[in-house]
Each structure stands twice: as C-alpha cells, then as structure tokens.
C-alpha cells in the first residue's frame, strides 16, 4: 500500500505536538520533516532541536530531508535526535558515496534527493548503496507550489532501474502532490508520497491522507 508522509512545514507551529498527533491518528506512515538552511534553498526552517522534541511524541519515523549545504557537518546532530530517515540532496554532495556512508554510520537509514532539472542518471551509481529516493516535483524550498509534470518519467526510470538491479529502496515524490497527481507518482512507481499543504490545510486530515493514499 501507498505511505503517505505528511509534510509539517504545513502545518501550525505554534501546536506541533498535536497537529502530529492528528496526522498519526489519520494514518500516516512517516512525518516528514524539511530541514532548510537559507543557502541551499531561500527559506529557514527548523534544526536538530525541534527533531529531538518531536520525537518523544510520536512512534512514526521521523523522515529528515536536508536542503542544506554542506550536510556532513549537520549528520550527527540529526541522527542523534532521533531521524530513522535522513535523505541529502544530490546537488548538495560533492561526495556523495561518503555522506551516504555517514548516515548509515549512525544506524539511520540514508536517501538521496534530486531536484527537477537534475538528470535520473547523475544518482544511478550509489541506488544501490540507499535505503530511499526522493524526487521532488517541485525547486525545493517552499510548501504549497504547483507539481512539475515533467519529473513524473524519472519516476518511472528509477524503478525500472530498480526492477533490473533487484534493489529495495523506496521512492518517494515530494511537492505538490494532491489526490490528483498522486495518482501519477503511483502509477510511476512511487511508494512514498509526501503532501504538506494537501493535508494540512485541510480540516480532516484522515479523510485528506485517504484521498491522496486512493
Ligand atoms: O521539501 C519540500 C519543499 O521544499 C516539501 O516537503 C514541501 O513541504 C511539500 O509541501 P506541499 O507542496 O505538499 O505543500
Ligand atoms: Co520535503
């Protein structure tokens, strides 16, 4: 069945504990978490801190997506807080294969990111090292913009990829994603989906995770 991984940056800050709660009751199967740093993309969002609080309150892992540069040097402090997920953006990692190896250092399980513009290709060489792909259909760095049709064949090519390599790793689709162009992503081969505004805004947030599982 399709995971569904609510995106917090949508949600209110001010009740964090119990808009987690309410997505956790709504059937979610990770809280996603966009770690922004101003530099690698324009927005600032939260740190190691606000993981370390969130994870006394919820048993769901804790999927940590890192728009920031230069990675290795945050690593610890977030797999120390509690992520079971810490995903790094490809264009982020002039060494890739020894940040990888560093996430996995920690017993967390690693992914890779890619952004829309960024070829399929330049990530084939470590999908067998990753537990995860991320391919955002959106530029990273805000909630509630519009999905990018055209990422939805590097779907498709990485899990053909998967497929003829016999690997494991989940794929997931972040922004923009709403009943209606989840459909796409699943249809392509994602597993996981995350929605931020797609469920936060919404009043009923299982019926909101419903749509966009179906
Ligand atoms: O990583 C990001 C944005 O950079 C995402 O996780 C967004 O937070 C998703 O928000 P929606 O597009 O679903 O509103
Ligand atoms: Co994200």
Redesign the pocket.
């Known amino acids: 069945m399709t995971k569904v991984a609510p995106?917090i940056?949508?949600s209110d800050f001010a009740k964090l504990g119990e808009e987690i709660k309410d997505v956790e009751n709504g059937g979610a199967d990770y809280i996603?978490i966009?770690v922004?740093d101003g530099h690698f993309?324009p927005n600032i969002t939260i740190g190691p801190l606000i993981v370390d609080s969130i994870r006394p309150i919820t048993d769901l892992p804790l999927d940590v997506?890192l728009?920031i540069e230069n990675p290795d040097q945050y690593i610890e402090a977030f797999a120390k807080a509690g992520s079971d997920i810490i995903t790094v953006h490809q264009e982020a990692c002039p060494h890739l294969h020894r940040t990888i190896q560093l996430i996995k250092s920690y017993g967390v399980k690693a992914g890779v990111v890619i952004n829309p513009a960024t070829p399929a290709e330049l990530i084939r060489p470590i999908l067998k090292d990753v537990d995860l792909v991320l391919l955002?259909t959106?530029n990273?760095?805000?909630?509630?913009?519009s999905f990018i049709h055209s990422v939805v064949p590097k779907i498709s090519q990485i899990d053909k990829w998967r497929k003829e390599e016999g690997l494991t790793f989940e794929i997931e689709v972040?922004?923009?994603?709403k009943a209606q162009t989840a459909r796409l992503c699943t249809e392509a081969g994602a597993d996981v989906l995350?929605?931020?505004?797609?469920i936060f805004n919404q009043e009923d947030r299982k019926e909101a995770i419903d749509a966009i599982r179906q």
């Not at 972040?174 to 994603?177: A, I, L, T």
Request: proline residues 4%; without cysteine.
């Open positions: 995106s940056l949508a996603h966009d922004m993309v997506h728009m955002m959106v990273p760095g805000f909630g509630g913009q972040d922004g923009g994603v995350v929605a931020g505004s797609a």
